[in-house]
């Protein structure tokens, strides 16, 4: 996992058109270190999250793009087929 610079402004906004996702970095009491994505689709919140910085900053601007586009079924449907993949692993 790649160390984030002290430049790094949290959140960090990722804006397409009218359409902004944050990328909040999150710190757990042991240590570890995630960055959660949110956003909303069709007036719902929705959250990702990501392990690495550079990996949260590609998924924040491809939900980003699919929103701005208007693709929202699309991001529905990834989030429930990684749901499901989340409780079969489980």
Same mark, same amino acid.
């Given at each position: 996992?790649? !160390?984030?610079?002290?430049?790094?402004? &949290?959140?960090?906004? =990722?804006?397409?058109? *009218? =359409?902004? =996702?944050?990328?909040?970095? +999150?710190?757990? !009491?042991? #240590?570890? =270190?995630? &960055?959660?994505?949110? &956003?909303?689709?069709? #007036?719902?919140?929705?959250? !990702? *999250?990501? *392990?690495?910085?550079?990996?949260? !900053?590609?998924?924040?601007?491809?939900?980003?793009?699919?929103?701005?586009?208007?693709?929202?079924?699309?991001?529905?449907?990834?989030?429930?087929?990684?749901? +499901? +993949?989340?409780?079969?692993? #489980?």
């Amino acid at each position: 996992m790649k !160390k984030t610079t002290r430049g790094d402004q &949290f959140p960090m906004p =990722v804006t397409r058109g *009218s =359409v902004t =996702v944050l990328i909040n970095r +999150i710190r757990k !009491k042991n #240590g570890y =270190v995630y &960055f959660q994505l949110r &956003f909303y689709v069709d #007036g719902v919140r929705k959250a !990702k *999250s990501c *392990s690495d910085l550079d990996e949260a !900053k590609r998924a924040a601007a491809t939900i980003a793009t699919k929103l701005h586009q208007g693709e929202t079924h699309d991001l529905q449907v990834a989030a429930r087929a990684d749901r +499901i +993949i989340h409780l079969q692993d #489980g």
